[in-house]
């Protein structure tokens, strides 16, 4: 038989390999060797999905309506509970017809929207540090990303004055993400205003990923991108229910804002998948419609992590930011170390497992982050470890 090594397409090749697909390889090693890892490298919520919720599931699972292909924009009853959501929860109108698309997670959106408005030679401005999928969905779309460095001096917000004119005339789409993945940075309206003005100006079309906008802290509700006048205007905002309401494994998101980019991003879809499982999103109506007291408490728990995992390093001396909100701590690393030596470090002699900083771009050397992932005792487990190989 002739040797079968299939090569891989030129703009796949371009990209690594996923970041927690390699330090999934690091922890099985780890594991073989037998070490008890305090894993808070990956931001997926410990505690299930709610009760009422997961009731919902079971029972729509039997329904013989959801049996069948799904609609390629969602459930109009899912739509709309979103509408419902959005207008309780930001004051701002949807409609659930042309504003709302359903997704199958909102990895799956950020992944396909490039493939709906860029061409090959079309600028997608990144930040950096991120969230890997901006730049993977860009390459694989055959646009270029180019990186807004989020700076500690810049309370971890991209200058947008400082972007060249000439990567602005190509510029397709602006990618923003608050509260933010990794850094934990949140921004205010008065920076989304700002974010309109350039879009306005510039014509890129804005993709604001809110995926933690309900992991805030100390009361302090971090606003959406549409609250900003002329927002709906310029773009979209995604959104999960994944981290709202424990439901990672589920698949369920949801993009609203601007009716002609969610028209492409929906043409995209339904050429590509054939839309989300009903029963998925009669338990995410569950989710977005019933009690919101659960999602309270997930707060409380969370917060009493941040408290527990932000003082216990900083007794260490490691520096970092108090988070506001998101599900992370971003921390300098100590000096003489950079982001891989620190993260290796700490897997290898306090089995402590996080996320090298360099892993979300070439900004983001320096630190390391740390998900609020495991309970408070492992926290202290963990800070006592790190302690003892300071
Ligand atoms: C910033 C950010 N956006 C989007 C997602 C994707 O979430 P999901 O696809 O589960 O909705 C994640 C997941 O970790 C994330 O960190």
């Not at 490039?114 to 997608?124: K, N």
């Amino acid at each position: 038989m002739t040797d079968f090594t299939p090569r891989l397409a030129r703009n796949l090749a371009k990209l690594p390999p996923y970041l927690f697909a390699r330090i999934d390889a690091l922890k099985a090693e780890a594991k073989s060797r037998g070490a008890d890892l305090v894993d808070v490298s990956i931001g997926d919520p410990d505690q299930p999905t709610f009760k009422h919720v997961v009731r919902a599931g079971k029972a729509a699972v039997a329904d013989p309506a959801n049996h069948q292909y799904p609609s390629y924009t969602g459930k109009l009853s899912f739509r709309a509970a979103v509408a419902q959501w959005y207008r309780e929860r930001f004051g701002i109108l949807l409609d659930p017809a042309t504003e709302v698309l359903t997704l199958i997670g909102s990895k799956e959106g950020i992944g396909h929207i490039p493939f709906a408005f860029v061409d090959p030679g079309d600028v997608v401005l990144v930040p950096n540090p991120g969230y890997p999928v901006y730049s993977a969905a860009t390459l694989l779309a055959g646009g270029e990303p180019y990186m807004l460095p989020l700076l500690k001096k810049n309370d971890f917000l991209p200058d947008l004055d400082a972007i060249p004119d000439d990567v602005l005339r190509r510029a397709k789409l602006l990618f923003l993400n608050y509260p933010n993945n990794p850094t934990a940075a949140v921004a205010d309206l008065d920076f989304y205003r700002k974010v309109v003005a350039f879009a306005r100006r510039t014509g890129v079309i804005v993709c604001h990923d809110a995926a933690y906008s309900e992991m805030y802290y100390d009361g302090a509700k971090p606003p959406s991108f549409l609250e900003a006048e002329g927002a709906k205007d310029v773009g979209i905002e995604f959104h999960s229910l994944s981290k709202t309401y424990n439901m990672t494994g589920w698949r369920v998101g949801f993009a609203v804002g601007n009716a002609s980019v969610i028209k492409g991003l929906g043409h995209i879809k339904a050429n590509i998948d054939s839309g989300a499982f009903g029963a998925v999103q009669d338990a995410g109506i569950a989710a977005l419609t019933g009690d919101q007291k659960p999602v309270e408490k997930m707060r409380r728990l969370y917060q009493k992590r941040r408290n527990v995992l932000y003082r216990g390093l900083r007794k260490l001396g490691l520096k970092m930011k108090k988070p506001q909100a998101s599900f992370y701590l971003w921390c300098e690393v100590p000096s003489g170390h950079t982001s891989e030596s620190f993260s290796s470090l700490l897997l290898e002699k306090a089995a402590v497992v996080c996320t090298p900083g360099n892993g979300f771009g070439a900004h983001g050397e320096g630190y390391v982050r740390f998900a609020l992932s495991v309970d408070v005792s492992r926290l202290e487990e963990a800070v006592e470890r790190i302690g003892k190989v300071l």
